[in-house]
C-alpha cells in the first residue's frame, strides 16, 4: 500500500493564479481531510469529507474548493492564489473504525509545500 | 468554540534529560490521540488513549489520560537525538461544535530539540 499520497511536493504560484492540490489513498478510507500548517498555528482543517460524493467545511475553507468523486480522491483547489495561503498543506486519512479498532486516527501524506507570491 | 492547548510550545533539553508535554482539552474527550512529525515531515499516529486515567508505554516514552478525559500527558526518558521534532496531541471534534465524525481538533504542538 502507497498508503496517502500527495502532488506536487512543492509548488510556486503567482497571486491571482489557480492550482490543484492532489491527494490519494489506496486504503478505501471513507473519511479525508485537508489540513494546513503554519509556523505557530498547529494544523487547522480546511474541507473534510465523509464519503464520495459529500464534502463540508473546516475551520479555514475560504478560498479552497474541494470535492469527492471517488473514494480515493481528494483534490483541494484554489480558486485565486493569495499570499496568505503560503502554507505546508497536508492531506490525511481516516477509516470510520467502527468494530475494526482504533477510531479516527488519521493518516497524512507527505505534504504540499506551497509559496504564492 | 472548543479548544486544545498544549504545553510548552518549546522545549530545549540535553541528550539524556527527560521531557514531557502536556495537552488540555476545552471538552471532555472520548480518546486522546499523539502524533509526532519530524522535521520536514508529516504527522504520524503515535498512540490513542480511550479509557479514564489511562497510562500507556511505548518504549521511553509515557502517555496519560486524565481522570476527567480532559487531559493528557506524554513524557519522555531519556531523550535521544531521534526524539526530535514535533508533538501533537489530538481530540474529536465535539459534535456541540459542528464536528463530524472522523474530524479531529490538533494542539499546536510542542516542539522538542535535543542537543547532543
Known amino acids: 500500500n502507497a498508503g496517502v499520497t500527495q502532488t506536487p511536493k512543492f509548488q510556486v504560484l503567482k497571486t491571482g493564479q489557480s492550482m490543484t492540490l492532489q491527494c490519494a489513498q489506496d486504503?478505501?478510507?471513507?473519511?479525508m481531510s485537508w489540513y494546513r500548517q503554519d509556523p505557530g498555528m498547529g494544523l487547522r482543517l480546511i474541507h473534510y469529507s465523509v464519503g464520495a460524493g459529500i464534502t463540508d467545511q473546516g475551520e479555514v475553507p475560504n478560498g479552497y474548493n474541494v470535492s469527492r468523486s471517488t473514494t480515493e480522491d481528494f483534490p483541494l483547489r484554489l480558486l485565486s492564489a493569495a499570499p496568505s495561503q503560503t502554507s505546508v498543506y497536508f492531506c490525511?486519512?481516516?477509516?470510520?473504525?467502527?468494530?475494526?479498532?482504533?477510531?479516527?486516527?488519521?493518516?497524512f501524506g507527505p505534504g504540499t509545500r506551497l509559496l504564492v507570491l | 468554540g472548543q479548544q486544545v492547548m498544549q504545553i510548552p510550545q518549546y522545549q530545549h533539553v540535553q541528550e539524556g534529560e527527560d521531557f514531557t508535554t502536556y495537552c488540555n482539552s476545552s471538552t471532555t474527550l472520548s480518546n486522546i490521540q499523539w502524533y509526532k512529525q519530524r522535521p520536514g515531515g508529516h504527522p504520524v499516529f503515535l498512540i490513542q488513549l480511550v479509557k479514564s486515567g489511562e497510562v500507556k508505554k511505548q518504549k521511553r516514552l509515557t502517555f496519560q489520560f486524565g481522570e476527567a478525559k480532559k487531559n493528557s500527558s506524554l513524557h519522555i526518558t531519556a531523550t535521544q537525538t531521534t526524539d526530535v521534532g514535533t508533538y501533537f496531541c489530538?481530540?474529536?471534534?465535539?459534535?456541540?461544535?459542528?464536528?463530524?465524525?472522523?474530524?479531529?481538533?490538533f494542539g499546536k504542538g510542542t516542539k522538542l530539540s535535543v542537543k547532543p
Open positions: 490525511a486519512s481516516s477509516y470510520r473504525g467502527s468494530g475494526r479498532g482504533i477510531k479516527e486516527t488519521q493518516y
Open positions: 486504503m478505501n478510507h471513507e473519511y
Open positions: 489530538a481530540g474529536p471534534v465535539s459534535l456541540l461544535y459542528g464536528g463530524s465524525q472522523g474530524n479531529l481538533i
